[in-house]
């Protein structure tokens, strides 16, 4: 196989034209690389504002949930209280170690001097709007930005600004999912162009850690990225030293796994068959859908031709690599929730979204190359191109479906965000432990009795936010504190 590049398809154009067409194309060529950096900011700027919009007007500065014990008790107490220890950075949360997120964590309190959940949101903003950034400039990057495959600024962009991944968007804690996408594309993007510089498969060996490092599910990256290294073996790529590259990151893998802390409480929440197990991952794949398994039929049959002709024929362009390696990554990625999470689950939960819309970004790249790859066969090429334009239908029908009922769940959460602080900020003021007696949701922690030890510690109480008008909570600090 060999790997076509823009500048390779230019320098063979240019033996065909005059000395004047080439001054001339160069003038062009020029002149639009200049108004390249101001389109990508652009770009990026079309990402980052509509979740800046999200956080703004349905984020709250009080810590929620998971937030009091990961960041809460086991990082920041320890650090205000001149306790802390550097192993404090990856002790386990439930079955993961989410060493970046506690070290944005502390970042975010440094800079704000408050433990607050919109300061964490905020920031969130910008490394969640990194990767399908990063998807854009490489299809960009790659020559590959032209006629139907324009269609690819739309797919990320759909899924890259509509609100599906609300609870990931609104809780600041959630940046492990982005810093997990981040370092997984980073990793597939390396070992795609630079598969075998010394200095690519080091970042790519430390990408791969941090991601173990992140969440459990982290373990997954170095499979998908040893999964690119497999191809460029079939490829005859450099066989010995492809083959030590896929060992080193297979132990990887091996040895996250056998790290990830035994939770025996959550066996419950386990897929308890087969059957289960399959009807959750379909529920998965169906998704932006809900309750839909045809729609998988839809999502999945433009990839389920493409790649195994690309695979026959060896015919891959680098962003097929990319997209093949980061299509992988996400079903992993469902097959890992639907076995640790599949007992009962009935729905997606938002939280997991951004890790199905990879696989859709990928899905909707081989939609995009089906018809191209049969063009010289006009009866096979037609009914493939009807069948791109089926999954286009499905993929923007069941993204735009949902937009309505995301926002009315981000409304619903902001709402029980405002109760929260209401309870919290009552106890703060008056002690009267009642206030926290609350039902689930109307406090910021399942379990009253462990928020108020938490709540009276010194340490804990001087690091929450100022709550603001806007939250209908008074606005000084003072207000908040008893002794």
Partial sequence: MKFYSSSDLASASVKTVSEKKIAGLLADDQHYNLKTPLLFLLLFALIAIPRWYYVEHFAVSLPFWDQWDAEGDHLLRPWLEGTF???????????????????LTLLSYEISGHWNNLTE???????????????????????????????????????AVFPFVWENLLVGFQSQFYFLILFTVSA??????????????????????????????????????????????YLGKKQAKTILFISILLITALVGYLTIPPMPGHEIFKAHSVKELFTTFLLMESWPF????????????????????????????????????????????????????????????SRYADFLCIGLTANAWFALRLPILFYKRSGI?????????????????????????????????????????????????????????????????????????????????????TFNADETIPTQQSDLSHN
Wanted: net charge positive; hydrophobic share 50%.
């Fill in 85 to 103: 220890k550097f192993q404090d950075l990856w002790l386990p949360h439930n079955e993961h170690r989410v060493l970046p997120t506690r070290l």
């Fill in 121 to 159: 949101a905020r920031i969130n903003i910008l490394l969640a709007s990194s990767s399908p950034f990063l998807l854009i400039l490489l299809v960009y990057k790659t020559g590959e930005l032209k006629g139907i495959k324009w269609l690819m600024l739309p797919v990320i962009l759909t899924g």
């Fill in 188 to 233: 597939l993007a390396l070992s795609v162009w630079r598969p075998f510089k010394t200095v690519s498969f080091i970042l790519i060996f430390i990408l791969c850690v941090l991601s173990v490092f992140t969440m459990a599910s982290g373990i997954m990256t170095p499979f998908a990225v040893a999964s690119v290294y497999i191809f460029h073996a």
């Fill in 290 to 349: 809900k309750v839909r398994y045809w729609a998988a039929l839809m999502l999945w049959i433009p990839t389920c031709i493409a790649l195994p002709y690309l695979i026959h024929h060896k015919n891959f362009t680098r962003y097929d690599l990319l997209m093949a390696g980061c299509l992988l990554w996400s079903l992993l990625q469902a097959f890992a929730t639907s076995y640790g999470r599949g007992h009962d689950l009935n729905s997606v939960t």
């Fill in 381 to 465: 090429n037609f009914a493939l191109t009807l069948v791109s334009i089926l999954f286009f239908t499905v993929f923007f029908k069941g993204h735009f479906a949902r937009r309505k009922d995301d926002i009315i769940d981000m409304q619903n959460r902001h709402k029980m965000g405002l109760i929260q602080i209401k309870n919290v900020s009552e106890y703060l003021r008056t002690g009267n432990q009642s206030t926290l007696q609350k039902p689930a949701f109307q406090i910021p922690y399942p379990d009253p009795v462990r928020l108020k030890q938490m709540l009276d510690n010194p340490a804990l109480r001087s690091s929450l936010p």
